[in-house]
């Protein structure tokens, strides 16, 4: 398995709090990313990064920002967290390979009350 | 028309059947293809790339028809084990692009 963790690995909160997910890789891999993955939609990009702080945006990107200051940690920022973001958080890591096939990690399961 | 398509499920099926699964995809520009398991609760774990000429890992095989877009996964003889939620993902510029996964429940 590859080296991914995330920590905490579950997590209430309450609304308007910030909360920030951790993700550690061993493996040396340039892209990281971080997903969301809610029944009924499958997994949904909401930031990646392609280097130590080269970052974008995915596909559901309002309201959750992004760090990586070293290779093997990105870390997941929810600013001012709501019940909408309530989920299951999986961070992922690839090499930029013409296959570009991905790793995951064990998930956070956060919720917000 | 969502990007990556695949029937929900749940597929009941006895053990010892074969099952196939399809995932349709939009874009024809797509360069890689993949197939995932997932077991409740759990991360995604790839179980296997989707190669041009086709594909086999076992009792798994995998196909790919770029003409009509889309991948698929046949398990022959399948176990109990095989019981999981199976998403297919589609790569495009180092990102991937998921189905929202089909449920496999094998029956004694």
């Known amino acids: 398995d590859a080296g991914i963790t995330q920590s905490p690995r579950h997590k209430v909160t309450e609304t308007g709090t910030p909360v920030t997910l951790r993700c550690h890789q061993t493996e040396n891999h340039r892209y990281m990313y971080w997903y969301r993955q809610d029944p009924g939609h499958g997994l949904r990009l909401i930031h990646y990064?392609?280097?130590?702080?080269?970052?974008d945006k995915g596909e559901v990107s309002d309201g959750y920002s992004v760090s990586r200051s070293k290779t093997e940690d990105f870390l997941l920022t929810l600013e001012s967290a709501t019940s909408s973001q309530t989920s299951v958080y999986f961070c992922?890591?690839?090499?930029?390979?013409?296959?570009?096939?991905?790793?995951f990690g064990p998930g956070t399961r956060l919720t917000v009350t | 028309r969502k990007e990556v398509e695949q029937d929900p499920g749940p597929f009941n099926v006895p053990e010892g059947a074969t099952v196939a699964f399809n995932c349709t995809y939009s874009n024809s520009a797509s360069q890689s293809f993949f197939w995932y398991r997932q077991d409740c609760r759990k991360e995604p774990k790839l179980l296997m790339s989707?190669?041009?000429?086709?594909n086999e890992d076992g009792r798994f095989t995998a196909q790919l028809n770029r003409a009509s877009q889309y991948i698929s996964l046949l398990i022959r003889d399948s176990k109990l084990s095989d019981s999981a939620t199976y998403l297919c993902?589609?790569?495009?510029?180092?990102?991937?692009?998921w189905g929202a996964g089909t449920k496999l429940i094998i029956k004694p």
């Open positions: 989707v190669y041009s000429s086709g």
């Open positions: 993902a589609v790569a495009y510029n180092y990102q991937l692009i």
């Open positions: 990064s392609y280097g130590v702080k080269d970052t």
């Open positions: 992922a890591i690839s090499e930029p390979t013409l296959s570009s096939e991905q790793y």
